[in-house]
DNA sequence: CCGCGCTCTCTCGCTGAGCGAGATTATCGC
DNA sequence: GCGATAATCTCGCTCAGCGAGAGAGCGCGG
């Protein structure tokens, strides 16, 4: 990668970020396989708790989008997901085009058991953390964020 | 995910770094399609750029543990990457089972055009960071880091 | 109130990523 | 040298995800 620009206390400090990122896609794939899933059924499955955590319509359309998927795929998740009793299929009343996602109780003790420990590590250390500490943090997910999305080239 | 326990502010934080997490994924696999490839030979030029830079030797062996493949489907991905010309095989001299993966310009160019700009960002905001700030960083990443490689059940 | 375009999801057929099993070739201790 | 072990590759297979298109439901204009 070639990112020996910078000050080195700066390189190393993405290349951490890059490890936690490659872990924590290798974590998915080794509990995926743990649990008769997929990596992407595991990513499904965060997805769909986050939304019902932030109490967003979960929709099979929204779910696609949002993995990458196109909606055959999509189709094909959650018929994975609903065949393990992970989520079930519920028409929308208001337009029943849609399919609402909701998840089951099983799914909410797999993600407790996945992002759990990981979870609990980090909020430790964030216990310890001053305001200008865990700011600093803030600032530096944030650009890390950022500085995925823009589509350059496209 | 129901992780509300914790400080909102906490959260947040791990939110955070699920999204950057995420948001990597998705552009890895988006850079791939683009440049004819797959997410997964994506990670393991990353993973060979990492080991060059690192001046680690990169066998095939290492790749496939790395990327969390079986031997064949490691054989696969080198297969794919070699017809792409982004790396070569080079039998080891010292060793003439295992086979060195040498990654070729064309290669180096890929990993930066991937990793640069979202580099670039971090650096940019790290530039502003005072000792304290960058050690916090340090620290939360080195968390969240060792908070996924335990192995609790197996 | 009916038709028409648009949106959302699903079905079908297909390509190819990754697995398990085992063959092949090379190293090493004896 | 020879058997045990290690690194990689080959073969056959399963199934994730894609493209294309069908079907059902929405909502607007006439």
Redesign the interface.
């Known amino acids: 990668?070639?990112?020996?620009?910078?000050e080195p206390?700066?390189?190393?400090?993405?290349?951490?970020?890059?490890?936690?990122?490659?872990?924590?896609?290798?974590?998915q794939?080794?509990f995926a396989a743990?649990n008769g899933m997929h990596a992407t059924d595991v990513?499904a499955l965060?997805?769909l708790?986050?939304a019902a955590?932030a109490d967003e319509p979960a929709t099979a359309g929204r779910l696609g989008a949002r993995l990458?998927l196109n909606s055959a795929g999509t189709t094909a998740v959650i018929d994975r997901l609903e065949r393990l009793g992970h989520v079930a299929r519920v028409r929308d009343a208001r337009d029943r085009r849609r399919i609402l996602l909701r998840v089951e109780p099983g799914a909410?003790r797999l993600?407790?058991e996945f992002?759990?420990?990981?979870?609990?590590?980090?909020?430790?250390?964030?216990?310890a953390?001053g305001p200008?500490?865990?700011d600093?943090?803030?600032?530096?997910?944030?650009?890390?964020?950022?500085?995925?999305?823009?589509k350059?080239?496209a």
């Open positions: 990668m070639n990112d020996d620009d910078g206390g700066h390189a190393k400090l993405v290349h951490l970020l890059r490890a936690v990122t490659v872990e924590y896609g290798l974590r794939a080794e743990r990513r965060i997805s708790l986050d955590r990458g909410f993600g407790r992002s759990g420990p990981p979870i609990d590590a980090v909020l430790d250390v964030l216990d953390f200008a500490e865990r600093a943090v803030r600032r530096f997910l944030t650009a890390a964020l950022a500085g995925f999305s823009p350059p080239g």
